[in-house]
């Protein structure tokens, strides 16, 4: 199993990234996925998940609103769209596989810095 994030960086607050995560390694169609997030000095924090097909997707209070989950299993790929960033979203940010990760990838880091 092998994921792999990118499109992290630094933006200003109120700015926008998407985020990127390829699959390998496994059935992407047959698996729900999550995006993490871990901030310095504290512990992981589930963000959002989506079911197989794409019908389903869930969010965190935090970043409910500003955050957007989607997949594209023709391109084994899994995205975050995110808006409104606030400095309270820098962080790590992981592609998983389930709802209960059982794996993750090794994360790209997202900076919102005035």
């Known amino acids: 199993v092998q994921l792999v994030e990118s499109g992290g960086g630094m933006v200003q607050p109120g700015g926008s990234l998407r985020l990127s995560c390829g699959a390998s390694?496994?059935?992407?169609?047959?698996?729900?996925m999550s995006w993490i997030r871990q901030a310095p000095g504290k512990g992981p924090e589930w963000v959002s998940g989506?079911?197989?097909?794409?019908?389903?997707?869930l969010y965190a209070d935090s970043v409910k609103g500003r955050l957007t989950i989607s997949r594209d299993n023709a391109k084994n790929t899994l995205y975050l769209q995110m808006n409104v960033l606030k400095l309270e979203d820098t962080a790590l940010y992981y592609c998983?596989?389930?709802?209960?990760?059982?794996?993750w990838g090794q994360g790209t880091q997202v900076t919102v810095s005035s």
């Open positions: 998983a596989r389930g709802w209960n990760p059982d794996c």
């Open positions: 390694g496994f059935t992407f169609s047959n698996s729900d």
């Open positions: 989506i079911n197989t097909d794409g019908g389903r997707t």
